[in-house]
């Protein structure tokens, strides 16, 4: 669009002159050059300002029990596995959801995927069911054929676990209906206002062997189910952008962005991103160091054509202190460019408990906006680093403390360590800094280190307010709002003294007293 923009006006340009050599004077056709000349940059502008990519939004990977105003006020803007976060809600109650998270200026998308299909007579579980807007497009009660065929005649389960939640089974795109019938339910999602959808599971089982059995036919016989697999996915990308260039489609192929789905996404993930929930152990194969920068250097081109690569690091699972986990995570994902995102797990696959001091790390890791690379990924002393507009980030991949000199970004007389909230000064353009081993660090200003902060505050304490003039207007007042209510003031206690109010006179309000309230700013 932007190129369309300079090529229209320059060309309005040329005939503007030509047009003009015979009428102005040479002054005149300069100060219109000048004129023609500003345009086609305000136009560039606007063209470039107008352009939406996934690489600005501050993204969470579900709620890990945090309430849309603490994402809110962590900045926050994109939420996905919501409200179906691995439990059943009614349609009026994810509605409800979304408007909340709109009014907090949350985009939600929904968890989808194109690898599975249920069998509603098999479920268990409150989620795949066919009251789901997406899923109830996909039982195989009605469409036995949509199954994946192994090589023994059955059924394929996810991930090839017999143990795989009940009734969810692996899909045969190759088979006729099955496309349209995401192209379905992905619809169902986009009219219930959702802000597009983050599609899982980006890595569908080559082979079927439903002809040879007798289960299905293949509508390419001579393709495997990747090819189709692709033309499903396709299709409800090209769907989801019928609701607007904005709309989000992210994949989780696990391992990073793929060739074959590069005309179907905003963005991809990169799932376990160094801290996995199936690990003790930080440095394993998988995410060494130096596959964690040889990822940084492959995805650059991937980035640099707006495309935004979401690295997603499970916290609270590895022998190492959340803290630590999240600052090394957050460190490295920020010094490759991703978008980093933290997740908390603290039970299940299906019962997630949120960690109140691991939300409080991940929400203070969310908030450090470091704007625009000023450098590239460089080392010195052991640390590798990098300076951005308003910070500069490093890691200590070692075994050892590390003691070096840092350069700060340009104009900057202090930084504040976010780590430990301590204050540095900065001498000759450089900070001096020790690093613990395995760790990493983000030096900030002061000043947008206490905004953050401040940023949160204002929206807990906007959110306080509503819930107590709710509860003053109220006469009836649920349990659980008078909890939520005493959380966001800190796990203080909220004592509501209705004895005023006795004889249900409605010019009584009731009177509170909010005891406990604990420190913060």
Known sequence: RRVLFRSALLAMTIAIFRGSLKRFSVVGVT????????????????????????????????????????????????????????????IEQARAFLDEAHRYGIKVIPYVTLYKVINSREVKDTYHTKGHPFYKELDLVDHPEWALIDENGNIRRPFDSPTYRSGVHQSCTNVAGLTEAYVRGVKNVMEMGFDGVFVDNVHPYPKCYGPKFGKHKHIYPDKDNVYTYHLALKQVYDLVKEYGDDKVVMLNTGTGPSAVYADCDDGTMVESYICTFVEKNRKNRWNSFGQIMDWAKQYEEYMASGKGLVALSYLGWTNYPLKNDAFYCGACGKLSGFVWTPNIWRSSWTTRVGDRAGNDISRLLFRANLKKPFTAIKGKDGVTYRVFASGTVAVNPGDSYLDTQLPAPDGFTEVCDLYSGVVIPVSSGEITVRIPPESGRLYLSPDAVFSSYLKE???????????????????????????DASRLLGQGDVTIDRSQAHGGDASLNPTFSLKGVKGGL
Do not use: F
């Open 31 to 90: 100060l219109l050059l000048v004129v023609m000349v500003l345009l086609l940059s305000c136009c560039d502008c606007m063209a470039a300002g107008g352009e939406w990519s996934l690489k600005d939004e501050v993204y969470a990977c579900g709620t890990s029990g945090m309430t849309l105003e603490e994402l809110a006020g962590a900045g926050v803007t994109l939420l996905s596995h919501g409200p179906w976060g691995g439990e059943g809600k009614t």
């Open 457 to 483: 505050c204002a929206v807990a304490a906007k959110g306080v307010q509503q819930q107590l003039n709710h509860l003053r207007d109220n006469t009836d007042i649920p349990a659980w709002k008078i909890r």
